[in-house]
């Protein structure tokens, strides 16, 4: 079943391939859409995909990488709209 989640990471997640790491293990799940920083420190991520992947993912940003301290994940749901063509990290 196709899925879609609005991700928000927070904690000690800049600085340490959050970003990077994000984007290889959805490329190994499958998925599609983005992960960016936020301004405030926070990690945003948009996964795109079947949905048993995209809550692997979702797993994968409550640990985060070595170095990483996730304190929340919020993760809010949607429709699915199939407006992305791969993964990728955004900077802006």
Known sequence: MKARAHVIISGYVQGVFF???TKREA??????????NLDDGRVEAVFEGE???IEKAIEFCKKGPRGARVDNVDVKWEEYKGEFHDFEIRYF
């Open 27 to 36: 490329i190994n799940l499958g998925l599609k859409g983005f992960v960016r």
């Open 51 to 53: 949905k048993s992947g």
């Open 19 to 21: 970003r990077a790491n």
